[in-house]
């Protein structure tokens, strides 16, 4: 029988993520749903050293586990839209189609979302009794170890190119929780196109071999993401709510990291945060530039024109932002989506900091917010833990520091050196054109009724601008 509370672990880097979903996906009995926005079936999946006999990629393991228990279903749903650009992946269409001849495999494409919006999701759940949430995609691009080496040997594309350093992070999950999980995996999977499927009841537990829960017997809450559907669903941006919620009760650190800083919503929380005489430090991980060939153009700078606006406002320099950078000083990519709130509150999820992630695509997020001590001192923790992987010290050393001092910000100054690190973030000269382009929010607009909307009518900096003149209110 499950608790009537929530056990939670955090996972960080897709090394241990990796091995950890393959090992209690292995413990299935009945179902297993894998909901992302990309999959890629040649990726090595998990730790060989667990000796579960299963072969290595994800494409095969799945056919594997399948053929190995004749009462296990297997459901994938992946974002449609991106699904045809990688058809053609090395053998992934002979695997997609031995997938869809199998009887117990069901594979659905989600193009359920307005136009110009994506499927972002990052889901495992398993017989409706443990799930995994984060921002790791079972995919290309994403598996590496905490130590981010400038020569990783393993960190390779199935063609045998390397990639950079990655940061990620994810959650296991077991509890009441699930059921809620299970609920809007379920629902997407009708969205989308999919018959109904039925609830597991009675199943039996089942937990990652090694993995042990950084919270027991806590309340863990689901915020989502959700675009309007006309004739489906209305909208909906719990995600985005809970955030402001919890930038506006912060009394002394916000720890962020995200891949993009630039949603209008949370600048403006953030501005009010910044505004004050006795307000919080602002602390932002992100990578040195977004990735790929659109989104440097139009997040970084957007990003540019949030961190100038907000510096104006910052009068006890109390905002910075960073990027980790390896022992060579070669960034590495932060694609983690992790908020940490003085030692009261933890988000990880699949939501960026942009206002696709908080208005037009689907995410999918927890929050934990314990009221026991012990608990607390896990969340102060975990923070100290991902800052001493950026600035490669001993965790003692960040709990030293922040022991004897108040500031994050003085402690990250004070630790960061030459070698694995954090570097300020340099805010670029913009052109005219990138600063339109930014304050126009192309690319990134704030829900589907401004895919179309007039240009007029946007606004990046409206609410930060307002403050600014002496017109915003808390």
């Known amino acids: 029988m499950q608790s009537s509370r929530d056990d939670a672990a955090i ?58 228990n004749p009462d296990l279903h297997v459901y994938i749903l992946r974002w449609g839209t991106g699904a045809f650009t990688t058809l053609f992946r090395g053998k992934t269409i002979f695997t997609l189609t031995k997938w869809m001849m199998h009887p117990r495999i069901h594979i659905q494409l989600d193009n359920a979302h307005p ?71 379920y629902e997407r999977w009708n969205y989308a196109g999919g018959d109904t499927i039925q609830r597991i009841e009675n199943s039996a537990e089942i937990w990652p071999v090694g993995l042990k829960p950084d919270f027991t017997d806590i309340d863990i809450h689901l915020a989502l993401t959700l675009p309007e559907l006309p004739n489906k669903r209305p909208e909906l941006h719990a995600i985005e709510d809970i955030y402001i919620d919890h930038i506006n009760s912060a009394k002394h ?42 989104e440097p153009i139009f997040m970084d700078t957007a990003r540019a024109r949030v961190y100038k606006a907000l510096k104006t406002i910052d009068k006890q320099d109390h905002l910075r932002i960073y990027h980790p950078v390896t022992r060579l000083g070669n960034p590495i990519y932060c694609h983690a989506k992790i ?3 003085d030692d009261k509150i933890l988000n990880i999820g699949s939501s960026n900091l942009n ?50 001092n108040s500031s994050l910000i003085a402690c990250i100054e004070a630790l960061r050196g030459d070698g694995k690190t954090l570097v300020p973030y340099s805010p670029p000269e913009l052109i005219n054109v990138e600063k339109w382009l930014a304050d126009n929010e192309i690319m990134d607009p704030n829900g589907p009724d401004e895919m179309f909307e007039k240009f007029s009518k946007r606004g990046l900096f409206s609410g930060i601008l307002s403050l600014r003149k002496g017109k915003g209110k808390r």
């Open 355 to 404: 206002n696709r992630s908080m208005r037009l695509d689907t995410e999918a997020d927890i929050a934990i917010m314990p009221d026991r001590r012990n608990d607390r001192d896990t969340i102060t923790h975990i923070r100290n833990d991902l800052l001493a992987e950026h600035l490669d010290c001993d965790v003692q050393d960040i709990s030293k520091y922040m022991t004897d």
């Open 115 to 185: 136009t110009g919006s994506s499927h972002h999701q990052k889901l495992i759940l398993i017989d409706d009794i443990m799930a995994f949430c984060g921002g790791i995609d079972v995919t290309g691009y994403r598996w590496d170890t905490r130590e981010h080496a400038d020569n990783e040997p393993n960190r390779t594309f199935p063609n045998h190119q390397p990639y950079p350093p990655w940061h990620d992070a994810a959650s296991a999950i077991k509890g009441p929780i699930v059921e809620k999980i299970a609920d809007a995996c």
């Open 11 to 68: 996972i960080i880097d897709a090394d241990d993520y990796f091995t950890h979903a393959r090992n209690a996906m292995h413990q299935a009995k009945k179902r297993i749903m894998m909901i992302g926005w990309d999959f890629d079936a040649r990726v090595k999946f998990g730790n060989p050293a667990l000796k579960d006999n299963g072969p290595e990629t994800i494409g095969d393991f799945i056919y594997w586990i399948v053929n190995q």
């Open 253 to 294: 650190h916000i720890y962020i990291e995200s891949q993009y800083f630039c949603s209008r919503k949370i600048a403006e929380a953030i501005s009010l945060r910044l505004a004050e005489a006795a307000g919080p430090e602002v602390v932002v991980i992100n990578p040195v530039s977004a990735d790929g060939w659109l």
């Open 339 to 341: 908020m940490i709130i």
